[in-house]
């Protein structure tokens, strides 16, 4: 198979001169796979000794709905896709003033082991295709009929664990005869893979980076975040700060607000003495509960976000969307194959849980 739905329209072009088409079908493809079909039947304007060949060689498939919860109280939109492997992963629609945004998976499950995540429960079964990254963009505006203006990789998965494909998913994302979204309408959240970081500034894209910080120190961050024991706090914020320089585009810091664990005064001074002098956004986030995790929301965000202030650091607190609905990325996931393991061990089911089968 080919994974026509993964190359550019440059790519597309010699593929189809490869085949006997004229080289200007290349650009028509794109712009099918862009708009979400999800037969060839739809091609209409493709000759059909094509179309059955990219149904032949091109392995076209689209995700389909495994679940769809929708939040009464925002309009949040969270997905459920089944890819075609059978493997499931998480979408979000977000509502906002400013357009809508839509964060999306990078990989099935993680192997970052972030201890309040439910996204890595279970570990990482595989890295995402350019192209279903780009579907679940595609197909939320579709099934929503919510025009996507921004996207946010902070789904299921570390993004700069799977380089290469997000890279290509950024070009076809971008490209204008795509979807034609903007870098600046992006951001991409890593826990702090350093060679990553060092190597998406080498790329000069303008997108926003979101760096997964959680804690000001190493004891506190390697409890939370195992990723830590391999470059330290330091170590990431020195790669924080050569990205800057050589983008120019500032850093925003994500910051899960933990009671008992990250949210004393004395951690809001050591952030603030690590953050002061360069360019950088916290963005404070009410830990979403977790039912396998013994950690707790903390009620001192405020008194945290202004002991950030008073030092010049600025701190925002992420407002909290879909909270009515399973708000934790990753959690949709989790019930959905625990679902499919109660099924599996004879214990009964429930078919609105169950991805897998139709």
Not at 18 to 29: D, E, N, W, Y
Not at 70 to 79: E, F, W
Not at 206 to 228: C, I, K, Y
Not at 262 to 274: C, E, G, K, V, Y
Request: hydrophobic share 35%; net charge positive.
């Amino acid at each position: 198979m080919t994974d026509l739905k993964s190359m550019t329209p440059e790519e597309l072009s010699a593929w189809c001169v490869s085949q006997g088409q004229p080289a200007f079908r290349g650009k028509q493809l794109f712009q099918w796979f862009s708009r979400g079909v999800s037969s060839v039947e739809e091609m209409t304007n493709l000759p059909k000794a094509l179309r059955e060949t990219v149904l032949r060689e091109g392995g076209f498939s689209a995700p389909k709905v495994a679940r769809k919860q929708v939040s009464k109280l925002d309009g949040t939109i969270k997905y459920l896709w089944r890819l075609a492997d059978g493997n499931c992963i998480e979408t979000v629609l977000m509502r906002y003033r400013h357009g809508n945004s839509v964060c999306i998976s990078s990989q099935v499950g993680c192997a970052m082991g972030c201890a309040f995540c439910a996204s890595t429960l279970g570990g990482r079964v595989r890295n995402l295709t350019a192209a279903e990254l780009l579907d679940q963009v595609i197909f939320t505006q579709k099934d929503s009929g919510a025009s996507i203006s921004n996207i946010v990789l902070m789904g299921i998965g570390e993004p700069l664990d799977n380089y290469e494909n997000v890279k290509r998913f950024l070009t076809l994302v971008n490209h204008p005869d795509g979807m034609n979204i903007g870098m600046r309408h992006i951001s991409l959240s890593t826990c702090g893979l350093i060679k990553g970081i060092d190597r998406l500034a080498e790329e000069g894209l303008q997108l926003t980076l979101s760096v997964s910080l959680h804690a000001p120190d190493d004891e506190t961050r390697t409890r939370l975040m195992p990723v830590n024991r391999a470059c330290g706090v330091d170590a990431l914020l020195a790669a924080c700060r050569r990205y800057f320089e050589k983008t120019g585009r500032r850093i925003s810091y994500e910051y899960a607000m933990i009671d008992g664990v990250n949210d004393s005064p004395r951690q809001a001074a050591l952030l603030a003495d690590r953050l002061e002098g360069t360019v950088a956004h916290v963005n404070l986030i009410p830990l979403n509960h977790v039912e396998e995790s013994p950690l707790k929301p903390s009620p001192r965000v405020a008194a945290f976000q202004k002991q950030l202030e008073k030092r010049g650091i600025t701190a925002t607190v992420r407002r909290r969307l879909g909270s009515d609905i399973d708000a934790s990325c990753g959690q949709l996931r989790r019930k959905a194959m625990k679902a499919q393991q109660t099924a599996s061990e004879g214990k009964g089911d429930d078919p609105a849980w169950f991805p897998y089968g139709d």
